[in-house]
């Protein structure tokens, strides 16, 4: 080999050389930088273990679908007042979306801290209970709210949350285990029982029982402060109210003025519509099976049935029959969900799937969840081994009709049955003033036609598309 030849082979050897150092020095960072992420990863996975943190949502993001939380907004109680001190009348919301809301978000913390991890909820006898909420009001300082309808705590703990995710070990525990609490109202009170600045809450079902939610005795002081009120609460419009006598129930000091509202039946004839609505229920809309039943189109596969129209949609499945052989069909939880959980889903999982239904419904046609209203989350109970969501529709915030605008029954891990009946509401330029609720009460009484029995709610609801007080008794 000559020369030239020699050193042209000797200088291609070093750039081999140089090239393969580089590529080399390259892999060992990249090697390092896994490596230190992965000591993170476990480190925070130790330490979260230390923390006793709930791993059942060690899930992963399903291709194509934005993960969604519960939306807040589909929980707003019907009132929220306050009493900030012995020389302030008390203050509340009622009949006013954007006010309740406003006011609401600013007792959130509170409402978090004593339905959370770090308090513990109890049961307490009929006096006891009924004894808490009566000096409880008597207080120099109070929160206190009234929900449309009861609610359990954990479910009210997981709208104020606003977290992606809520796990069991997230919310209050009962002093002796699990217990099934719904709370209709609501007082919050400084807690006299300790020095330091710290809240208990007691709670009535409307139905006779009472609970208590106070801090674990190792929580020594809150972050909320009711002080923080008169800033944040300024601009909220708020009227006094005081407590029908003999009854845990606070009712406004003022007419109210509300709008007249129109409704009218949701229309489906667009295709575009009708073809997404088919596909959110895991129909194909290009190739399936219908046909016409009087005003209503039915479509259907070897295991559900879709029914659309005549003012009402209709979804089943075999899951809903109890001789279903526990195959489980239908809209799965996770598709609505958009992660995989560890596990069987949750109660917060579930909840999570018809409020992430309703908010694709919406996306859809805002026809399909009200138009100008607001669905809100109603009635949630368990029938054997299925459980029951329900919303109803508002309008600022006053409940529309007495029934339930959207009906879904899950299984384990699918919704198996959905009732929906959509309405498209709209607010009219015309406006009516309601007449202050104990008006109404003492009204009733005079006219003998006050329902028998204790007074069990007074709530502002639209009745053909004008708010009026309603009265109802045990």
């Not at 069990?456 to 309603?470: F, I, M």
Request: glycine share 8%; hydrophobic share 40%.
């Amino acid at each position: 080999m000559n020369k030239t030849a020699k050193r042209r082979f000797s200088g291609a050897f070093e750039i081999f050389k140089t090239i393969l150092l580089v590529l080399l020095v390259i892999s060992l960072i990249v090697l390092v930088v896994v490596y230190i992420r992965g000591m993170k990863v476990y480190e925070n996975t130790v330490m979260k273990k230390k923390q006793n943190e709930s791993f059942d949502k060690l899930w992963s993001v399903q291709s194509g679908i934005q993960p969604e939380g519960i939306n807040s907004d589909h929980l707003l109680p019907e009132f929220v007042g306050y009493k900030q001190s012995t020389f302030m009348s008390p203050r509340g919301c009622v009949g006013d979306a954007d006010s309740v809301a406003e006011l609401y978000e600013l007792v959130k913390p509170c409402i978090i801290e004593l339905f959370g991890s770090e308090a513990v909820c109890r049961d307490l006898s009929i006096d006891n209970g009924a004894d808490a909420f009566e000096r409880a009001k008597k207080s120099d300082e109070f929160i206190y709210i009234r929900y449309h309808v009861p609610v359990l705590y954990q479910l009210i703990y997981a709208f104020a949350a606003d977290t992606l995710t809520v796990s069991e070990s997230d919310v209050a525990v009962g002093g002796d285990g699990n217990i099934s609490a719904y709370v209709s109202e609501l007082i919050i009170v400084p807690d006299k029982d300790f020095a330091a600045h710290r809240f208990v809450a007691y709670a009535s079902d409307g139905a006779g029982r009472y609970f208590e939610f106070r801090p674990a005795q190792h929580i020594v002081t809150s972050g909320f402060y009711i002080s923080k009120l008169a800033d944040g609460a300024q601009n909220i419009e708020a009227y006094g109210f005081d407590f029908i006598d003999g009854t845990n129930i606070a009712v406004a000091d003022a007419e109210i003025e509300c709008s007249v509202i129109s409704k009218s039946t949701s229309d489906y004839s667009e295709q575009a519509d009708r073809n997404a609505l088919l596909r959110l229920f895991k129909y194909n809309p290009d190739k399936l099976d219908w046909y016409t039943d009087g005003e209503v189109d039915v479509y259907i596969d070897s295991h559900s049935q879709l029914r659309i129209g005549d003012g009402s949609i209709s979804f089943s499945t075999s899951d809903s029959l109890e001789d279903s052989g526990g195959t489980m069909r239908g809209i799965e939880i996770e598709t609505l969900l958009g992660y995989t959980g560890d596990g069987a889903p949750s109660l917060f999982d579930k909840l999570s799937a018809v409020d992430n239904l309703v908010g694709r419904l919406g996306d859809i046609s805002p026809s399909l969840v009200g138009g100008a209203a607001t669905p809100c989350l109603g009635d949630v109970y368990a029938d054997k081994s299925l459980l029951t969501v329900e919303y109803f529709l508002t309008h600022n915030n006053i409940r529309i009709g007495t029934e339930p605008y959207l009906r879904a029954v899950i299984t384990e891990n699918t919704i198996s049955e959905i009732e929906l009946m959509p309405v498209s509401v709209t607010g009219t330029e015309e406006t009516v003033l309601v007449p202050k609720p104990m008006y109404i009460v003492r009204k009733l009484d005079v006219l003998g036609k006050l329902p028998e029995g204790a007074i069990k709610a007074v709530s502002l609801n639209y009745t053909d598309g004008n708010a009026e007080w309603t009265v109802s008794a045990k």
